[in-house]
C-alpha cells in the first residue's frame, strides 16, 4: 500500500466514523474454531479484534495504520502491529482463526491457506460487485464477483457457510455482500 493509503486510512479512523460493533457471521461462527490464536486482517478498529479477545482468544491484528495500532495496545490478549499488505508475509501454520472483514486483497488467499492450521477456520466478509448497489468502495478491484468465494475457496477449504447478500443500510443505501466460514482441510 502507498503512503497515501496509510494516510487516508489514518483520517478516517480519526475521525471516529468507523463501525463498532463486531461483524455478525464474526459473532456467530468464531467459536468453532478449536484453538486459541486468532489473527484479525486489516483490523481497523478492533471490533472483531476485541470480541475475540474477549472470547479468550489471543488475537494478532493487522492494519496499515498507526492510529489503529496505537488504539488497541494495553488491550489484554490483543497483540497490534502496522504491517503494509503488499510486503507483509503472514507466518505459516500458526492461527486457529483467521477473519478478514471488509477488506479484499485477493494476494493473501494464498498466504492465509498456509497461515491456517490444519482444520483451522477462516471467516471472511466483504462487498460484491452487483448492478443494485448504492453504497460500495469506488475502485471495483475491491468487489468480490459472483460466486467467486466458492470457485476460490472449494479445493483447499470446507465451506461451513457462504451467503451473498444485499444489505440495507439505515439510511437506505443498499451493498451486495458475501460471507463466508470455511475449514481448512487436512491434509
Known amino acids: 500500500m502507498s503512503i497515501e493509503d496509510r494516510e487516508r486510512w489514518n483520517r478516517k479512523y480519526a475521525s471516529g466514523v468507523t463501525p ?15 484453538g486459541d490464536r486468532a489473527l484479525d486482517l486489516a483490523c481497523g478498529m478492533g471490533r472483531n479484534a476485541k470480541f475475540l479477545a474477549s472470547q479468550g482468544f489471543r488475537v494478532d491484528a493487522l492494519d496499515i ?31 486457529d482463526l483467521i477473519v478478514c472483514t471488509y477488506f479484499l486483497k485477493r494476494e493473501l ?15 471472511f466478509e466483504t462487498f460484491m460487485h452487483h448492478p443494485n448497489n448504492t453504497k460500495i468502495p469506488s475502485n ?24 451473498e447478500f444485499m444489505e440495507e443500510g439505515v439510511c437506505g443505501e443498499r451493498s ?8 481448512k482441510r487436512r491434509n
Open 20 to 34: 463498532t460493533k463486531v461483524v455478525k457471521v464474526v459473532e456467530d461462527f468464531a467459536k468453532l474454531a478449536t
Open 65 to 95: 495504520s498507526p492510529v489503529v495500532i496505537e488504539s488497541l495496545k494495553d488491550i489484554d490478549n490483543i497483540y497490534p502491529k502496522e504491517v503494509d499488505f503488499d510486503s507483509y508475509i503472514l507466518p505459516e501454520n500458526s492461527y
Open 109 to 123: 488467499f494464498p498466504q492465509i491457506e498456509k497461515s491456517l492450521k490444519e482444520g483451522g477456520i477462516f471467516i
Open 140 to 163: 471495483r478491484a475491491f468487489l468480490l464477483n459472483e460466486g467467486e468465494l466458492k470457485a476460490t475457496f472449494d479445493d483447499s477449504y470446507e465451506i461451513l457457510h457462504l451467503r
Open 176 to 183: 451486495m455482500r458475501a460471507s463466508m466460514v470455511a475449514k
